[in-house]
């Protein structure tokens, strides 16, 4: 029973996590992906312990990989303690969730759960759940691109790809969210989908298998994404060269075994096919194709988005502006980072000025969308290296295997911590795998190295995340390249006591079966409840851009209520409370005066807590300039937020900019002048720098000036209509 609930949890894992998307919360995909991959290791590692207590034994296994991921995982623990913003770097950047510490621990316990409760041909079965959960996606994505989209059939009963802001039409993301990410999932998936159709006997799963090829290949054309092109073609290459590379290696009996003798004839198939799709639909690296589609209508673009392909600035080139910042923060914290997901915050403190001239220079950049760089940023030498030690492992010990050698190195793991015989240190072994074992290899390293050549120009999220650690675990359980723990000498000492009581004696046995079941019960239930806080987040928030502070204070109290410590609700209701005092002040005085107080607590309470987050001081700037309008006292704390946020964001132009329109408010125009002077210095182009310059010059009745600042509008947008009529009014 309990081995059937880790097993189907597992399926659910695989199956269901990259269809999964909802709409009641504040964002659609990777937070709801997160949630459930919690819920369901939690349940895995409540009933793998459980079932360790009942079996009377340890259920863990040894894996090739035990000591990179340990210090890989020391690397981040350390991180996370001298991170900027330790909330964030164990949570994770909130909209994203992936990539905080909980991630990285929840990640690790399903890959030790993998390799230590299940057997060789579970690995198998479990890749067969995972590819037909990537072609269940592959089925949402490839209708988007012919103009209907499954979700606006689903939530808006509309047979139309229309229903979402981005243009999905023209660059597919089905159930991921984004092109790029739906484009590293398949990348990662198509070679063991081929690996299925090569080694097949039946013509029925020969004939899914290259269904499943297709339309993978199909969907991820569709995504125009180049990084998951350029994996896919990373990933193409290594399958060819691991596989003819080691043919001579082969014995005879290799060479008998189904689909052995003629490799060559299925992958000249899929790759055939592969080259009819590009033919017909082009490439995200080419632009010839044999199919012309029409245009499709250009849609808008949301206000701030983290895409870096939205069309203005080439991509290449913002991406080169991104890395330069992303190197920046590592000279600054060279060791350990600046903490676990903490780039949006410390990007902005070296922001290159000249990413104030790309298109996108005012959207949010929470990634270097450049996995290793990131690594480099955020934590440190220490964690690059280990992180890069981790893949290096997997890859080289893959490599060697296929080629029939594998050395001992790789085999030992913590003498201090486990009893095991070892081989001699300079000994080789040779293993006799079939062709079928090798094959698996090479199309998971395939697939390994389709997701490392798209992350140097992307980076990870959940699904492809979760995969970059199971995979290893795959490959292992096929190759039978595990050692099962049969103590572990340091804890033995310990725990032998309290194991002698739980075993000996069943009452106590139960109670700490009821406990752990209550715990993990427990944990169930606060993910359960963070989640309400979402939507209840999601609403407010809502209500707030809406322009109704008094429905958006209700639903941001309810957010708070339920998760306390995330300081994005505190600081959004602090913002709800003060326009709600502002909007009572004539009404409700008393009522107004209790809403500017918890408005000032709100505020205090999310900075204090998550100090480097630009985006917090960014909300505290607009609660503040609120509550001026009640009380004169706190324009001076306006400004002291305002300048704080400046040395957050010291390239930042609209900060400056704004800080010019309040101080025009409070009346202060020659200082704003000389402010909006300094955002234009940033940014030599700044359309509305320059307009309110003018206006600011004629308010102080300099109208040769205001001329001037008009004048250079025009040289910039010729047509404004805007500033042609000023000018006529001059």
Known sequence: MLDRIIRNSFYLLFLVTPLIFIPATSELFEYNKMMFVYILTIVVTTTWIVNMILKQRLILKRSPLDIPIFLFFLSQVISTFLSVDRHTSVWGYYSRSNGGLLSLVSYLLLYYALISNFKTEDAVKFLKAILIGGFLVSLYAIPEHFGVSPSCVLLVQRFAADCWVQDVQTRVFATLGQPNW???????????????FIISENLKDKIRYYIFSASYYMALTFTLSRGAALGFLGGLGSFVVLHFGRTKLFSSSERSEPGSSNLLKPLLIILLTFLLINLLFGSALTRFKLFVEAPTPPKPQAAASTQLETGGTESGQIRLIVWKGAMDIFRAYPIFGSGLETFAYTYYNFRPTEHNLVSEWDFLYNKAHNEYLNYLATTGLVGFLTYMGMVLTFLSWGALRIFNFQFSIFNKNFKLFANANFASKNQISNFKDTFSDKLFIISILAGYVSYLVQNFF????????????????????????????TSISLLSFLTSPIKNTIYKRILYKRLVIITICLIGLMLIMTLYRYWSADTYYKNGSSYSDAGNPGQAYNFLIQAVNLNPTEPLYRIELGYAAGSAALALSQEDASKSSELEEQAQQQTSFALSNSPANISLWRTAIRTYFELSFLDPKYEQKTLEVVDRAITLAPTDPKLLFNKALILDEFNKTEEALEVLKKAIELKPNYKDAYISLGDYYLKLNKKEAAKAQYETVLKLTPNDEEVISKLNDL
């Open 182 to 196: 739906l484009g590293a999932y398949l990348g990662m998936i198509i070679f063991p989908a081929i690996y299925f």
């Open 458 to 485: 992307g980076f990870s999220v959940v699904m492809v995340a979760l995969l970059f650690y199971i995979y290893p675990g795959f490959v292992f359980l096929k190759t039978n390249s595990l050692n099962e723990v």
